[in-house]
Every structure is written in structure tokens, then in C-alpha cells.
T-cell receptor, first 114, second 112 residues
Framework: EPEVTQTPSHQVTQMGQEVILRCVPISNHLYFYWYRQILGQKVEFLVSFYNNEISEKSEIFDDQFSVERPDGSNFTLKIRSTKLEDSAMYFC????????????FGPGTRLLVL | EDKVVQSPLSLVVHEGDTVTLNCSYEVTNFRSLLWYKQEKKAPTFLFMLTSSGIEKKSGRLSSILDKKELFSILNITATQTGDSAVYLCAVAYGGATNKLIFGTGTLLAVQP
């Protein structure tokens, strides 16, 4: 069964460093999402992406964040200058279509900023 | 403010018990309500509900949506230790895409 994959599974970085989190969505899906879950808190929406551009973004998704689909398979989240409070589990999700379709989640990347 | 509230926050039961997990919501431009099971990492899809009163079933799990009262329940019958997980309720709503707003989850622990 097709699934969303994410790499790396864990990343430890120093404050101020740039990180790139990678995702390979399910191949025939058209909508891509990033969510994050700070330890012990809710899963929070960051950004949605369709047709090579951002469709929506939350207040969390400030200028430090960017997303890209550099080729036909990968979908990346870049954090330009990490802060301690960026430590979280980052989930990528994809769905076949916008209206009423299920989002399927990847296994997540655990980011720890020291 | 859009929100999704789940109850109880946690639940401890014995194998064979039946449990009911609750999810209420207040969102603008509701599209669908989804239930996920989160064990160690990724939320795993269980159900998507869009219409009131139509029960969805998968094995021992079932779920129903009430769009008038703005809530959903997830039932698990004859619980097993493998059902131990956090159960997340999420609502797809508003805007240009189906962004999800999640509840805090219900932590279910099934003891042998």
C-alpha cells in the first residue's frame, strides 16, 4: 500500500542553523501539507501546497519557514534559522484532492534544536 | 475561534471492554471530520465522516457524526491491548485547502 515517507526520522541541530525536512508524498496525490506537534501538545497545521505554490499557511509559518517541491516526488520544509521552540515532530501529509479527501500522514521527523 | 475538543483526555480499560470517545467541534466552513489512531509516530487514518447519522464501521471500530450538535463519537468494542494508542479527532475546514484542526487526543490504555 502506498505511503508517505519522511527523512530523516530524527534531526538534532544547533540554534540558528538551517534544516531541511524531506517528504515523499503518495505518488498520485495533488495536495501536500506540513503539520507539527510539539511534545505533549496538539498537532498543528503549518502549510498546504498545491500546483507548486502555497495554498494556505498558518500564523506559525513565518518567514523562517519555506516549502518547495524541487522535483516530481519530493516535498521539503526548510527552517532557515532554527529556534529552540522549533523543536517538535514534523509531519508531512498528502491527499488526492482538496474536497472531502483524507489526508495520509508520514511517520514524522523529530527535530531537536539545542 | 475554531476548535476541536476531545474527551476524555485519557482512559484506562480492561481487555474486552467497550469504549466511547467523544469529539466536539466549532469551526467555520466544516467539510469533514476525521479520526486517526496515533501509536508511536504517524497518525493512521481510521474514518472520515461528512454526513450526519451515517455510521461507519471497520471491524470493532465504528464512528458517527452529528452535524446538528457538532460532535462525533468513536466506539471500540471488545477492546484489545493493541488498541492502546492516542485517538485523534480532526476537522477539515475552511479556506482554499482541507487544512485540519486537531483535538488534543484521547489516550486509551487497554490492560490485559
Amino acid at each position: 500500500e502506498p505511503e508517505v515517507t519522511q527523512t530523516p526520522s530524527h534531526q538534532v541541530t544547533q540554534m540558528g542553523q538551517e534544516v531541511i525536512l524531506r517528504c515523499v508524498p503518495i505518488s498520485n496525490h495533488l495536495y501536500f501539507y506540513w503539520y507539527r506537534q510539539i511534545l505533549g501538545q496538539k498537532v498543528e497545521f503549518l502549510v498546504s501546497f498545491y500546483n507548486n505554490e502555497i495554498s494556505e499557511k498558518s500564523e506559525i509559518f513565518d518567514d523562517q519557514f519555506s516549502v518547495e517541491r524541487p522535483d516530481g516526488s519530493n516535498f521539503t520544509l526548510k527552517i532557515r534559522s532554527t529556534k529552540l521552540e522549533d523543536s517538535a515532530m514534523y509531519f508531512c501529509a498528502s491527499s488526492p484532492d482538496r474536497v472531502g479527501e483524507t489526508q495520509y500522514f508520514g511517520p514524522g521527523t523529530r527535530l531537536l534544536v539545542l | 475561534e475554531d476548535k476541536v475538543v476531545q474527551s476524555p483526555l485519557s482512559l484506562v480499560v480492561h481487555e474486552g471492554d467497550t469504549v466511547t470517545l467523544n469529539c466536539s467541534y466549532e469551526v467555520t466552513n466544516f467539510r469533514s471530520l476525521l479520526w486517526y489512531k496515533q501509536e508511536k509516530k504517524a497518525p493512521t487514518f481510521l474514518f472520515m465522516l461528512t454526513s450526519s447519522g451515517i455510521e461507519k464501521k471497520s471491524g470493532r471500530l465504528s464512528s458517527i457524526l452529528d452535524k446538528k450538535e457538532l460532535f462525533s463519537i468513536l466506539n471500540i468494542t471488545a477492546t484489545q491491548t493493541g488498541d492502546s494508542a492516542v485517538y485523534l479527532c480532526a476537522v477539515a475546514y475552511g479556506g482554499a485547502t482541507n487544512k485540519l484542526i486537531f483535538g488534543t487526543g484521547t489516550l486509551l490504555a487497554v490492560q490485559p
